[in-house]
């Protein structure tokens, strides 16, 4: 098992699921969130089907993105200090990728995602049928009960993959522990 450290921060308390903003986030790169909003343009219904009523747009060049997808407002933030990006995190209901959902778990963003609880959409389906990082493909049921069970196990997973767990497995390995 490999680490998968947050590049925003790993916070020690999340806020219960169900008082975050009815937002979902898409941050990273301009490539990414392009081909985020080009498959989401396909899935449109499950925006609304998770009662999201606002996407946080976040990361530079954000006037590439849309200003709607259907009835949902996309916010554009820019480039955000991790503190910030940690903050519109913490307040999501439901982050996207476009990144193969076999390969969640060598996502960087998704880490992100992981540590703050919130869970992804992953827009592309998985080929293999094993996904080892808990996440929501495209086409699955999203109402509050499942995105929250998915918010607990993706924090749970994370802790299993953050920076110490690595760090204490690789010294377990050295036979370096205390």
Avoid at 81 to 86: D, K, N, Q, V
Avoid at 108 to 118: E, I, K
Avoid at 122 to 128: D, E, Q, V, W
Avoid at 154 to 172: C, K, M, Q
Wanted: with cysteine.
């Amino acid at each position: 098992r490999l680490a998968m450290p947050s590049t925003v921060g790993e916070p020690v308390a999340l806020p219960a699921w169900r008082q975050r903003r009815a937002m979902a986030i898409v941050f990273g790169g301009p490539g990414n969130r392009a081909s985020v909003y080009r498959a989401l343009s396909r899935f449109q219904g499950s925006l609304s089907e998770a009662g999201i009523e606002v996407i946080a747009d976040v990361g530079p060049d954000s006037n590439l993105a849309p200003r709607r997808m259907g009835k949902v407002s996309i916010e554009p933030r820019g480039e955000l200090p991790a503190a910030e990006l940690a903050a519109v995190l913490l307040e999501s209901r439901l982050g996207f990728s476009a990144y193969p959902a076999d390969f969640l778990g060598k996502s960087t963003a998704f880490g992100g995602l992981a540590a703050h609880g919130v869970p992804c959409l992953s827009l592309r389906k998985a080929a293999i049928t094993a996904i080892e990082a808990p996440c929501l493909q495209a086409g699955t049921t999203l109402d509050d009960a499942r995105l929250e069970a998915v918010s607990l196990a993706v924090r749970s997973w994370y802790g299993e993959h953050d920076l110490a767990a690595h760090v204490d497995a690789t010294l377990a390995a050295l036979d370096l522990t205390p």
